[in-house]
């Protein structure tokens, strides 16, 4: 089951350690909801806006657990109500979780002051984190070193189906990697979780908005959980060509720190 930390139980906040083995699936956003700070902690209710959150994957004894701090009991007057909501990835909502657990405030919200944006985090200056798909030359840590990441929080291998690894985009190695759609294909890597601090800091390493675009991807690991990550993908129509032997061995090296067998992309 999953569940979706809204405030005071996203990463970098005192309630936190209860999901900190917890399996976070992607930063993602819910429709038709208000926040609003209730003082050192917000509060949803129903409404017209949009509301950011982590969503973790849970197990019922953690479920039992979070209704106990968010003192939860299936009763009209309780401070939260536990319900299910649809969790969207992406702006174009192409990436999506349904039935995921949200506690939506359940008292009055009269004079409390509304947060516009949606986000607690960044409402009150907190640290956001998110995941990304590292492929090519992303998956080896020295080439991370070189452009400013300095911590990944959390790291599993990922595979990414339904595409295959091309060398279309011009940069100092010759050509580098892309993503192209091919329903046969797929693009081994990793999943990070990491600060999006540092996904800021890798924009300027991939020439975001100028070779390369973030795009939202939904990525499996080898038990088949899904994670919900963002890739650069650079939108060119260019044919293929092949990788320098330098630039090869910088991918090959970094998929081999953790992929000891069992997939290769397609394309590589």
Not at 106 to 125: A, C, F, T, V
Request: some cysteine.
């Amino acid at each position: 089951m999953y569940i979706m930390a809204y405030g005071s139980l996203r990463y970098g906040f005192e309630l936190h350690h209860y999901l900190r083995k917890a399996r976070f699936v992607g930063l993602g956003y819910a429709e038709n909801y208000d926040m609003y700070d209730l003082g050192g902690y917000p509060g949803v209710v129903k409404g017209e806006g949009r509301i950011w959150g982590e969503v973790y994957e849970i197990d019922r004894a953690t479920l039992n657990v979070l209704d106990q701090v968010e003192d939860y009991k299936g009763e009209e007057d309780d401070l939260y109500i536990r319900e299910k909501t649809t969790v969207y990835f992406d702006e174009k909502r192409l990436h999506r979780l349904d039935g995921v657990y949200i506690y939506r405030y359940n008292q009055s919200i009269k004079d409390r002051e509304l947060i516009p944006s949606g986000d607690y985090s960044r409402w009150i200056g907190m640290p956001v984190i998110t995941n990304l798909f590292a492929y090519a030359e992303n998956t080896n840590y020295d080439v991370l070193s070189e452009r400013g990441v300095k911590e990944i929080l959390r790291e599993v291998n990922g595979i990414l189906k339904g595409y295959r690894m091309v060398f279309n985009v011009p940069c100092k190695y010759g050509l580098c990697a892309n993503l192209r759609e091919d329903p046969n294909g797929k693009v081994c890597g990793y999943v990070y979780t990491l600060l999006e601090d540092y996904l800021n800091t890798l924009d300027k390493a991939e020439g975001h908005l100028i070779r390369y675009v973030r795009r939202t991807l939904k990525v499996v690991d080898e038990q088949e959980r899904e994670y919900f990550a963002v890739a650069y993908v650079a939108d060119l129509d260019k044919g293929e060509g092949n990788p320098t032997e330098e630039y090869k061995n910088i991918i090959l090296k970094g998929l081999s720190r953790r992929w000891k067998s069992g997939c290769v992309s397609t394309g590589l």
